[in-house]
């Protein structure tokens, strides 16, 4: 810093301003260089106000869903990047990855929230559940038909959820996502569910592993990332994944038939450390309540039409509101299919998850879902 002792009063200002001062002060009277200080003065001290009110106080590092489709990068993203910082002013702002671009196993996010690795993370229920069976009860293979029947068993065991990711994990619940349905995806024509026999299918967890295996079929775990690459290679002959997320993927170029059940949904929980989220400032913690619960109905809504329209998308009918259209054949399931579906629920699905998880998620299920199911599981240990 520097003094300018124009004609007026001493100055205080940086070298820069002086400058400035010195050279008017060779054309000026001192009343003017005293005038454009006040000014220039004015200028600097609005200018650190502005300063002040946009700087981030703080800026959150997020793991979210799957990267690529439409949930991430017209909702996840778009809170994360752009939305937060509206909100709040410019005092807080985030970064957002994808789970299955950041080098982040899926089966071991849950572990890594718990340890403060990931403060704020996206996990899918069907992986968390490899390590953590009881988790993955809501999206069991076969269970939700449709998305009624979703809504109505995610809010059935959502007190469960919560209360066992906070106690039991020091994890602390914050929203629960879900993709377009998940349904059957094959490079031969199928008509029902008993044409998935003696075919390599792709699953993502063990209750679509249940399902596929009650149907004499081969299920064959691959991440969502490698499912262009298995299918091109031969490695397997169906797939099930999300309608829209297959169209995306471009499964509609390498796959003829589709077969438009909902085996499962990709339901997501996005949760932080316990800890993580109580450091953070209170009104920041107040808007993340607020504001959290909007993108989850959001996220919802869009998987909810983009399940008839990934089926419009992939077929190429005229639904669809994407630039490139498949010429796929779906074919809706029949009342007999419907049937075979509960019925492999029932004797295969559900009894499988009970005996890899234990005789306390059979007393879990029956507190939580069974009522809502209308059917009881049984221990057999």
């Known amino acids: 810093m520097r003094t300018f002792t124009g004609r007026g009063a001493p100055i205080l200002c940086n070298d820069e301003i002086c400058e400035i001062f010195c050279a008017l002060a060779q054309y000026q009277t ?48 778009q809170f994360w990047t752009r939305d937060l910082a ?59 038909p449709d998305v009624a029947t979703l809504r109505r068993v995610v809010s059935a065991f959502r007190p469960y959820l919560s209360e066992a990711l ?94 438009a059940m909902p085996v499962s949904w990709g339901v997501a929980v996005f949760a932080a450390n316990r800890e993580s989220l109580n450091a953070l400032p209170a009104d920041l913690q107040a808007l993340l309540r607020k504001e959290l619960p909007r993108l989850e109905a959001a996220v919802w809504a869009q998987s909810e039409s983009e399940t008839e329209e990934g089926i419009a998308c992939n077929t190429g009918a005229a639904a669809c509101t994407r630039p490139i259209k498949g010429r796929m054949v779906a074919v809706r399931p029949s009342p007999q299919d419907d049937a075979r579906r509960r019925e492999i629920f029932a004797t295969r699905v559900l009894p499988g998850w009970v005996e890899r998880c234990g005789p306390v998620c059979a007393t879990v299920w029956n507190q939580t879902l069974g009522p809502v199911v209308g059917l009881r599981a049984q221990t057999t240990r």
Not at 100 to 118: F, I, K, S, T, W
């Open 166 to 259: 906070r106690e039991r994990y020091g994890v602390e619940l914050l929203a629960v996502y879900i993709y377009p349905a998940q349904e059957v995806f094959c490079n031969k024509p199928m008509r029902q569910l008993s044409d998935l026999s003696g075919r390599r299918t792709r699953v993502s967890g063990a209750t679509q592993a249940d399902f596929v295996a009650a149907l004499g079929g081969t299920p064959v775990y691959t991440e969502f990332s490698q499912i262009m690459a298995n299918m091109k290679s031969g490695n397997t002959d169906c797939v099930i994944t999300g309608t829209m997320s297959g169209h995306t993927l471009g499964l509609h170029e390498v796959t003829s038939a589709i077969y």
């Open 30 to 77: 001192g009343e003017t260089v005293a005038i454009v200080a006040y000014l220039i003065g004015l200028l600097m001290f609005f200018a650190s106000l502005c300063h002040a009110q946009t700087t981030p106080v703080q800026r959150l590092r997020i793991v979210g869903g799957l990267g690529g489709v439409t949930q991430y990068t017209r909702h996840e993203e």
């Open 86 to 144: 509206a909100l709040s002013g410019g005092r807080y702002t985030a970064s957002i990855v994808p789970f299955d671009r950041a080098g982040v196993p899926g089966q071991e996010m849950l572990n890594l929230m718990q340890l403060g690795v990931v403060p704020f993370g996206t996990a899918l229920m069907s992986q968390m559940s490899v390590q953590f069976p009881e988790l993955g009860a809501p999206d069991m293979a076969g269970l939700n």
